[in-house]
């Protein structure tokens, strides 16, 4: 069925860098944009990156630009963010999510989503 | 960017009342790219609305969608047990995507 699977949390030093791997399947992963969202303990959904489907067009969201780095590889049906200069304020549930429609930009609705991961931020 | 505002922040009700979400944003989210979606504890978001009022695959027909420009509603004609969560609302209509800060549904 179509799921994704997102692996690589876990406690890091302020400062420190943490690789997140999101795996797909089900579905034709490289017809769609993907994207990465968070949520700190408690809160709501914040936004932190997408990338299309070809891994050409890429965005972040304020609070992680320079930061965070987001990749794709099509081949094996996996999306990446890479976290470095981490902050206590990244500590959250971190999911990756595909767009509903394929081959549209990465302004849509999310119709699958991982079941997230921890990142700790913590000395 | 689009703020979008949820009201009210809880909800307490009954199993099978009518209730009605409001999510309200701070300027017109265009062609109406705005979704709703379910969190249950623990879980990761679920899809219900799309485009405003669009159900999503496998969503209960209880579960609608309304609104243009900036009002937005999301309604569940009569709440069953499996339907108190909270709920967001999100627009794709500019970038950056933004959600609501959610509105919790409980059981009275």
């Known amino acids: 069925q179509v799921q994704l699977v997102e692996s690589g949390g876990g406690l890091v030093n302020p400062g420190g860098s943490l690789r997140l791997s999101c795996a797909a399947s089900?579905?034709?992963?490289?017809?769609?944009?993907m994207s990465w969202f968070r949520q700190a303990p408690g809160k709501g959904l914040e936004w932190v990156s997408s990338?299309?489907?070809?891994?050409?067009?890429?965005y972040y969201a304020d609070s992680v630009k320079g930061r965070f780095t987001i990749s794709r590889d099509n081949a094996k049906n996996s999306l990446y963010l890479q976290m470095n200069s981490l902050r206590a304020e990244d500590t959250a549930v971190y999911y990756c999510?595909?767009?509903?429609?394929?081959?549209?930009?990465?302004?849509?609705?999310?119709?699958?989503w991982g079941q997230g991961t921890m990142v700790t931020v913590s000395s | 960017e689009i703020v979008l505002t949820q009201s009210p922040g809880t909800l307490s009700l009954s199993p099978g009342a009518r209730v009605t979400l409001s999510c309200r944003a701070s300027?017109?989210?265009?062609?109406?790219?705005l979704a709703w979606y379910q969190q249950k504890l623990g879980q990761a978001p679920r899809l219900l609305i799309y485009?405003?009022?669009s159900r999503a695959t496998g969503i209960p027909d209880r579960f609608s969608g309304s609104g243009s420009g900036t009002d937005f509603t999301l309604t569940i004609s009569r709440l069953e047990p499996e339907d108190f969560a909270v709920y967001y609302c999100?627009?794709?209509?500019?970038?950056?995507?933004?959600f609501g800060q959610g509105t919790r549904l409980e059981i009275k």
């Open positions: 999510a595909r767009v509903m429609h394929r081959f549209l930009h990465g302004l849509d609705a999310f119709d699958i």
């Open positions: 089900g579905f034709t992963f490289s017809e769609y944009y």
């Open positions: 990338i299309s489907s070809a891994g050409i067009s890429i």
């Open positions: 300027q017109s989210v265009s062609s109406n790219y």
């Open positions: 485009g405003a009022f």
């Open positions: 999100q627009q794709y209509g500019r970038s950056p995507i933004t």
